[in-house]
């Protein structure tokens, strides 16, 4: 079973909107930590937002938040005021339980966003 | 810059050679990690030091990978008999603080290998 799904291949938004990408993931650890990257076509890994799952507060970071839905295991990313910058691949990741520190990624999202 | 940096960039070889893919972390940073990004895909763990030993390497795809570590710094990616299959992108990534938590992973811009 895929540990992360990331069910939108591509999204489409316009500028100053914004935006939600959707993240599930499958894990029977009760610890674990989930985080959102975006790749742009330069191709290097940018971190954005982290989620643990013991936190109450949804995350957030400038204009990312994470949506974070602990029962309906889900973590969506929510980018708020999209500027065309933020074009780029979107990816989902989870560390599962203490004992590794390997990430698990999705797919991805492909966000596009137009004038 | 004090980021992650990767050498090379692009490596193009043939079926059968040997190729070495470097990574130099963060400095400061105590683990260091190697994922293979294949088009269209996430990245895929391959394995993660922690100071010079492997802490898991349990991503390696087969005995023809192999990577090191010996000063605790800089890392070699060792691939042996290149396929065509191995063809992808090599990202390097580093961290702090590793044993779970909000310790981040902070990538390089990766090796772009392509087997002819």
């Known amino acids: 079973a895929q540990k992360i799904t990331q069910t939108q291949p591509g999204m489409f938004v316009q500028e100053k909107e914004a935006v939600t990408l959707d993240c599930t993931y499958d894990?029977?650890?009760?610890?674990?930590?989930l985080f959102w990257y975006k790749q742009p076509s330069s191709g290097e890994m940018i971190f954005l937002i982290y989620?643990?799952?013991?936190?109450?507060q949804n995350a957030t970071e400038g204009r990312y938040s994470l949506n974070f839905q602990k029962a309906r295991k889900s973590a969506n990313l929510v980018i708020s005021a999209s500027q065309l910058g933020d074009s780029a691949m979107y990816f989902c990741?989870?560390?599962?339980?203490?004992?590794?520190?390997?990430?698990?990624f999705g797919t991805g999202t492909r966000l596009q966003v137009f004038p | 810059g004090a980021g992650v940096s990767q050498t090379p960039s692009n490596k193009v070889t043939e079926k059968g050679k040997y190729v070495e893919l470097r990574c130099d972390p963060i400095?400061?940073?105590?683990?260091l990690y190697w994922y293979r990004q294949s088009l269209g895909q996430g990245p895929e763990f391959l394995i993660y030091?922690?100071?010079?030993?492997?802490?898991?390497d349990s991503g390696l795809p087969n005995d023809r990978f192999f990577a090191v570590r010996p000063e605790g710094s800089v890392s070699t990616l060792k691939i042996q008999r290149t396929e065509r299959g191995d063809s992808a992108v090599y990202l390097c990534?580093?961290?702090?603080?590793?044993?779970?938590?909000?310790?981040?992973?902070?990538f390089g811009p990766g090796t772009r290998l392509t087997v002819l």
């Open positions: 990534a580093s961290s702090l603080n590793p044993s779970g938590g909000k310790d981040t992973q902070y």
């Open positions: 894990t029977s650890d009760q610890s674990y930590g």
């Open positions: 989620q643990g799952s013991y936190d109450e």
């Open positions: 990741a989870m560390r599962e339980g203490y004992n590794t520190d390997k990430l698990i």
């Open positions: 400095s400061g940073h105590t683990a």
């Open positions: 030091f922690q100071g010079t030993g492997a802490a898991d």
